[in-house]
Structures are given as C-alpha cells and as structure tokens.
C-alpha cells in the first residue's frame, strides 16, 4: 500500500469513526483511537479524538450516572480534566517516541485549546521530542536558518513550554521552568520569561530579568524583541 492510499485511508477511518453517534463513544474507545493516532503522526485523528473526549457527557467520564447532581459535577468535572490531562500526556510521550515534535507542538496547542494545564512529565516528553528532533535535523541537513525560521533546536521544546506559562501569566512556574534550562537559556527563552512578567502587570520583574539577559551576554534578536511586545 502506497503513501497516498495509507492517507486515505487513515482519513476515511477518522471520518467514519468521528461521524458515529457520540453515544457509541466510550473514553476507553476515544483514547485508543487518539493513540492510534499518535502512532502514526495523524494529527487530525488526535484533535477529533481528544475533542470527541473533551465532549463526552460527565457520566461517561466519571462512571457515575448521577455526575450531573449538584453534590457530584464538581467531582465529575476533576474527573474529565485529570482523565484528559492523562490522555495527553500519553499521546506525548508516544509522539516523543517517534521523535515527531512537529505533530507534538500541535498537540501541545489543542492541548491550551482544551483550558487544560500541562503537568511536569507532559512537559519534559515537548523537551524531549524537541531535542530527538533537532538531533536528527542537524545530522541531516546543513541548511542555514535564516532569521525568519523556526529554530528548530535543543532549547525549541523549552521556548514551548516557557511560552505557554507565559500565556497564563505563571511568572512562578516560567522562573522554575527556566531555572532548569540546559544548556543556557538564549533570548527567546529570556523574552518568554519577560512575556510572562507583563502578562501578569510585574514591570519590576520584567525589567530585572531582561537586565539579567543582557548582563549574561545574551544579545536580543528581532524575534525576541516581537515576542516581548
């Protein structure tokens, strides 16, 4: 079976299953589809799976047909957020496997669509993938970036994860998350860091961390001036 027609018919499969009546969705048939999909770096198979989950009715999240009563929707909401949380995570680690940071950032990005906060280990699989990827393009290719580019390099998986603290504003998470960096932080990552203070009205905070890039030597590029403004 040639490239065209495995498409097709991981297209015609997702299609059909995702046109099923939602009623004949279990979470345990939704996540083996989104894996499945993940296996194979089908990223439309993993956002209309993980939405098909995000979508299921509370009593199919929490097993409880009382889920919707007042006394068990708190309950039953902690259920669907940790039991999509732990999808995704699953899903990274799998797409880490691969080495396929581009369908992992994608993934990452539903994630944030869903309101869903990534914990500590769906974090390192975005390092970890990021740093597999770039890996294999430097053995691949001497292609010059140009400045415009997307680096596509060992601190790509940590500028995700800094940019997406600095989407919610957490100046304490982003510190601790750049706190680990290796190898040194260079001036994305500081003006993610930076994003982060004005994102959550810390002037102070913004300015000193900018001063501690230009005092480590790290001179700002064009990119990073755009994503601190």
Partial sequence: MNFKMKTFVARLSRRTFCAQPNRS????SLTQFV???????????IVKGVRSAHNLPLSQIS?????????NAGGSRRDRY?????????????????GD??????????????????DDISRQHIVDVHAKFAARQHANTNRRQSQDDIPWDA???????????????DINGAKQWFSKITPTPDDL??????????KAKDDNS??????????NGVKPSLRAYTIVI
Avoid at 64 to 71: P, V
Avoid at 82 to 98: P, T, W, Y
Avoid at 206 to 215: G, R
């Fill in 25 to 28: 969705h279990s979470l345990e």
């Fill in 35 to 45: 894996e499945d999909g993940a296996r194979r770096g089908d990223i439309g198979a």
């Fill in 63 to 71: 097993g409880n047909s009382n889920a919707t009563s007042s006394s």
């Fill in 82 to 98: 940790d039991n999509m949380r732990m999808l995704f995570r699953n899903v990274l680690a799998i797409l880490s496997e691969r």
């Fill in 101 to 118: 940071a581009k369908t992992a950032a994608r993934t990452f990005k539903e994630m944030q669509n869903c309101k869903l906060r990534a």
């Fill in 155 to 169: 601190l790509a998986g940590h500028r995700l994860i800094l940019s997406d603290f600095a989407r919610n504003g």
């Fill in 189 to 198: 990552c500081y003006a993610h860091l930076v994003h982060a203070c004005f």
């Fill in 206 to 215: 913004a300015h000193t961390c900018w001063q501690m890039m230009l005092q």
